[in-house]
């Protein structure tokens, strides 16, 4: 019986190994076929935008100049579409998906919508962005590179919900001493630049692709006064200037130059680790649980090629700002980055989110 | 004068960027693609586009955006002949245009119809253009002065048209809206993220319903079945009566009111975050009052097709201020669009506020591009419809397959979760029982349309007022009582006061007889249960998130004391009253020669088929089974014509790259598409 399931097994093996080798052996040609690449979020998010900009480059570097089409399928505030990538396999290699901050938080988070899991998938691109916060004309007078004489002013700021992104800027404002009242319900941060510009709204915060396409006109007007970034990620892991905005201050500075707020401790290492989550790894590419290494390292070569063009810096820098964009084992890192938070910060975010908004994720 | 300095060469420099033959070649390209995806009910702009958006990559700046455009453009023109020939509201643009255009179209005018309706589209298009030519360079201020409480202004506007469209009981009328305002409320709401009427174990619930399934149900699917119990062609006796010359003769007879509709739709159009969902309302409405005669509102009145279609087109241009200057897109095509425009050309076309100062004159090539598209569109259209009205002549039982075929794919589309089918049957169920007892289903349709701007925009209103209130009592009423408000809240007064005097004489469902109690009072409680539930739902969320529960409380409750007055009203009256009216008891409903459950009962089993099989071997057999069943074809026919429908479905599909239901076979066994 032993030996008989030895060789069952040493046969099984083999036609295995033989199964995982044969792919390989084979180029990977994506000639005449369509990739879909799945993005779980609406037209008009963020997220569109990046795989809008991606995809026809990926369609170029891809062997056989695939077609590249993205597919929308919003729904639960991206669980859905992620949950629905759960469920799907490896078949040709046509099927990519999209990932932003707002499928991470809620996965750090554990909402009860979630039912993926990010360690099963290939991760094959990854890349950053950054944010900026700015204040009103009025207001921005007081600030001084400290929050110090922004703590009696009253704040108002369109949120899309403070378990989104928001948790970022929201946190961040608050261990400044700021007292600043989320308006939630808005659909997307284009609708909270409306709000402070008709004045309802007396800060805002945008990425850094909406704040060089839409805030910067008013800081040029004088009608905004930039307050300050959530900085970039060096590759020890400090907090740096963000290389998109070199001449605007960083929270991390702002934190320091201002009473009571401290760059250690439990308040600090939960933002910081919600910002890491958030912004500098925010949105991913995977393929699907399954995939062969082949398919993995045509699309890997296919991205650092998109990287490697030679306008890429001018045409990316427009589209998506000054990020680094991370392929093969750097996206394996990033992955790791965006999705590994310490259980203390979670737990701090978590009963924070509880006492300040009533949120509870249960 | 400095205004016209800049504005007239950028305005010569765009009429020469248009003017190329090849431009318009690519524009004529993009009409006749965005024609074709608009025969699809609920496919919409945002399927054509994506298509395109591959080819845009580095394209020529004026190409891509003439065949962006062209797309664009002619989809909410399109989408009219669903709603005048079916009865089936193709998008958000033409839900009102179905209360008029369809019982046109039943009384045998389709062609007229329609081409009153295109040429108001091309007119309220032309208006629209002109408007935004003049009024783009001052536009920022005055959208910047339309905040929360004058958008939640002109969302009460938009809902007071209910009082005009209650029918002869304003508190059937009121109760229906607030029931379609609770359905609205059910999933994750916006603010604090509580839940209404959903479940985490129900995904498909906690993002509510698509108002594409919920227009499709109350609308298409209670005017199908009751044509098909019937077994008749749309147009009674099969003829057509009138001819497209009449269509345009009839907006030349009302061609100020479609200017007068064509300017409401440009202004609703530029304020963003109310997009197309009020304009054609506020526009029927406004048709209506102005209206000597209205009774033949609901009938087919052509005035009634000529305001909404004016002001849709309209509103397209309007809604290109949003877009260009603030960089926030109206709609979800017109998010791809901007996606696109960047993508044009080395890419430094930056829509935004900076749009007006470097690149005026592509922002003119975009404006009249859209108006060019227009003209093209409605010429094609009109040329189109003596034909296409054709269809209304044909027995309805051998288009009804298909159209059940059209609606599920298209309710499909809008969640890509086979739960759309249950909702839009669920939702159909609801459509019928309301048109069979006499409840206004526009009512309905517009409360659940407006349910979450009113719930938003209230919200945070309050806030932002009770904030300002904080500072200094001046500062709050200020914010509160604009200018634009005050005169926002006389009209919104007016209009309902008038449109109760003048409700009784319309009654867009037609005469109506009376019948015995137990049928109306069983609908009514039925009603009113599911109102109680889902106030104890709603009741039950936590007090800190009381901008969850604060709507569907105060909504629910109105809703519920409409219907206990019902309640006591039905009990002291006599039998044979008006407010007894049902369908069933006398009528063309109730003289029909099939049952309505047995003729639901096909939709039923197309959609059960699909759980099992998936949806194009569920359509092979439901094509198959209804033609030779239920239409009493021979084997030749049915196949020729189950052929003809599946071909198409999957041409339509494969080509916008689209997916259908799977079923539980799917799941089993690997197919090749179309199948999986």
Redesign the interface.
Known sequence: MTKFNFTRRAVMGFIAAAGIAAPAAAEVDFTGKTIEWVIPFSETGGSAKWANFFGPLLSEALPGKPTVVVKFMPGAGSTKGANWFQEQEHEDGTLLFGTSGSTQFPYLLGDPRVRYEYNDWNPVMASGTGGVAYLNAEDGAKFDGSANALKDTDFIYGSQGATRLDLVPLLAWQMLGMNVEPVFGIKGRGDGRLMFERGEANIDYQTSSGYLGGSTALVNDGKAIPMMTWGALDADGNIVRDPTFPDIATFKEVCQATDGCETSGDAWDAWKAFFVAGFPVQKLAFLPAGTPQDVIDTYTKAFQDVVARADFAEISSKRVGKYPVFTGEGAQGALGTATQVPDSAKAYVTDWLQNAYGVSLK | MEIFATALPALGDAWALILQPVVLGYLVLGVVMGLAVGVFPGLGG?AGL??L??F??GMDPVLGLALMIGMVAVVPTSDTFASVLMGIPGSSASQATVLDGFPMAKNGQAARALAAAFTSSLFGGLVGATFLTMFILVARPIV?A???PEMLMITILGLSMVAILAGRFALKGLAAAGLGMMIGTIG??????SLRMAT?DI?YL??GLKLVIVGLGIFAIPEIVSLLRQDRSIAKGASLGAGWMDGVRDWMANKWLSVRCSIIGVVVGII??LGGSVVDWIAYGHTVQTTKDKTNFGKGEVRGVIGPESSNNAKEGGGLVPTLL????GS??M??FI??I??LGS??I?????MLKNNLDITYSIVWLLALANVVGTILCIAASGGIAKLTTIRFTYLAPFLFMLISFAAFQS??NFEDLLALFAIGLIGIFLRRFDWSRPAFLIGFVLSNPVE?FS??AF??AS?RF??SFEEGIDYVFSPIVIVLIIITLVSVVLGLRQAKAIMAEGEVQSGSKRAPLIFLLVIAAYLVVALINANMI?D??L?DKIIPLVVGSLALLCCLILLVQMMRRQEGDAIFADKEVAGEDADAPYGLWSTLAWFAGLIVATWFLGFILALVGFLIAFLRVRAGAGWGKTLILAACGIGFMCLMAGAL?RDFPPGLLQGAVDLPWPLK
Not at chain 2, 188 to 193: F, H, Q, V
Not at chain 2, 326 to 329: A, K
């Open positions: 945002i994506s298509l958006l591959p845009m990559f910047l339309f905040g929360l994750e709401a916006d603010a604090g993220g985490y995904p906690t993002d963003p975050g603030f960089g926030i897109p979800g095509s998010a791809i996606g696109a960047a993508l890419g430094d930056e829509v935004g506020p900076a969640g890509q938003k919200n945070q806030q932002i904030f904080r500072k936590p800190y998130n901008t790259n």
